[in-house]
């Protein structure tokens, strides 16, 4: 990963911690445009897989709320550790994703979170949030989620029981069809 691609990442990361309440406001409006993409996901949290994702009952959801909020600090953490403790890092998002794995959630939920990402970040920074940058942003999170899906798909091939599952190539986020 190139200075670069870190460089914008962490700049960028920068404006949105200024934001009032950042993790509470990326972190809810990031797993609202998410459970659009993946409503099965919201029976995950207890919803109802029809319920609107603009609903009082999921915007005030104490878990909802802290579980948004807790993807938003893993990022931030995460950034933070980015370069000197990669090794460290990787245990943590190995250990993460073997978690989620038992969660029940599924393995394309990951370059679904990767896109609910872009979008939440695209909403908040505006111009600043050129194409440049949105690579770069796309690196960082395929290179995190590779970690997280490596550890998940430990669990979850088990739990499918299916010894000849590949779940990693195919869930890697692919930043052509993004645009
Ligand atoms: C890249 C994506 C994600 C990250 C970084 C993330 C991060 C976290 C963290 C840090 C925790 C708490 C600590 C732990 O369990 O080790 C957690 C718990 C949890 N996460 Fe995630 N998460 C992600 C995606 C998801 C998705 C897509 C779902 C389901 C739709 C989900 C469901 C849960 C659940 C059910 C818990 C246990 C806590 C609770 O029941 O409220 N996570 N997540």
Known sequence: ??????????ETWETIRRMPEWEKEVGVGLFAKFFKMEPEAKTIFGFREDLDVTDYKVLISPRFVAHAMQFVTMIDRALNMLGPSDEMLSEVLIDIGAKHARYGVKPEYFPTMGK??????????????????QESWIEVYNALSHDMIKGHSEVYTVKMNDANRQIEPQHQVDSRVWA
Do not use: Q, Y
């Open 116 to 133: 609910a990402l872009v979008s939440v970040l695209s909403s908040n920074l505006g111009d600043v949030f050129t194409m440049e940058v």
């Open 1 to 10: 990963m190139s200075f670069s691609t870190i460089n914008n990442v962490i």
